[in-house]
């Protein structure tokens, strides 16, 4: 069994910053890709970033220069540094991965997302 535990959404005014985290636990052995996508009222999940396990990334290009995505590999978690929101990065933000289970058997994985809101 694997948990994934979302932190950080909130409030935010145009220009501001926030960290989202999203930490796994449970029968881990290993983790593999880890990534954050959002959902818009009324739009489809898109991709917003995303890391493998050597550190490499991967943007959308509406964030890009914007957002950071890094990860601790010995803490399971990955993290979302947005600076510079814009009203239109409003959504539900869900942390994504793809896990080895001690049983090692290979499942992706959702968190239950955390509201991110862009207003003044």
């Known amino acids: 069994q694997v948990q994934l535990v979302e932190s950080g959404g909130g409030l935010v005014q145009p220009g501001g910053s926030l960290r989202l985290s999203c930490a796994a636990s449970?029968?881990?052995?290993?983790?593999?890709?880890m990534g954050w996508y959002r959902q818009a009222p009324g739009k489809q999940r898109e991709l917003v970033a995303t890391?493998?396990?050597?550190?490499?990334?991967n943007y959308a290009d509406s964030v890009k220069g914007r957002f950071t995505i890094s990860r601790d590999n010995a803490k399971n978690t990955v993290y979302l540094q947005m600076n510079s929101l814009k009203p239109e990065d409003t959504a539900v933000y869900y942390c994504?991965?793809?896990?080895?289970?001690?049983?090692?058997?290979?499942?992706?994985?959702w968190g239950q997302g955390t509201q991110v809101t862009v207003s003044s």
């Open positions: 890391i493998t396990r050597g550190g490499s990334t």
């Open positions: 449970g029968s881990i052995f290993s983790i593999d890709t």
């Open positions: 994504n991965t793809d896990i080895w289970s001690r049983d090692f058997s290979y499942s992706n994985y």
